[in-house]
């Protein structure tokens, strides 16, 4: 079945790195957008960053625009997310999700996701 499993989140501190991965099984990964959401406590769930599969446009949030990198390595079935500079409104639970699949575009909003993982947890404080 799907299977998405993220990994890489922990506390840091402001202005610190993380790198956030999310590795898929049990689907044809090469044809689906990836996404990155995130949801704080207290908060809706909001579209971080996403990845097509056809041509690997990108997409990111305001928040994160010139911080934050997405890229995929299909050979690997894995999605990754590179935030720099980080910030305490950084912190939230982290998830990766699917699109439906077989598009050009990737999923920016969680009405747009298809398959979801469990999330890794980001707390940026010092």
């Known amino acids: 079945q799907v299977q998405l499993v993220e990994s890489g989140g922990g506390l840091v501190q402001p202005g610190r790195s993380l790198r956030l991965s999310c590795t898929a099984s049990?689907?044809?990964?090469?044809?689906?957008?990836i996404g990155w959401f995130r949801q704080a406590p207290g908060k809706e769930r909001e579209g971080v960053s996403c990845i097509s599969s056809r041509h690997g446009d990108t997409y990111y949030a305001d928040s994160v625009k010139g911080r934050f990198t997405i890229s995929r390595d299909n050979a690997k079935n894995t999605v990754y997310l590179q935030m720099n500079s980080l910030k305490p409104e950084d912190t939230a639970l982290y998830t990766c999700?699917?699109?439906?699949?077989?598009?050009?575009?990737?999923?920016?909003?969680?009405?747009?996701?298809?398959?979801w993982g469990q999330g890794t947890q980001v707390t940026v404080s010092s």
């Open positions: 049990g689907f044809a990964f090469n044809y689906y957008g």
């Open positions: 999700a699917t699109d439906s699949g077989y598009g050009s575009s990737c999923p920016k909003v969680p009405y747009d996701a298809a398959y």
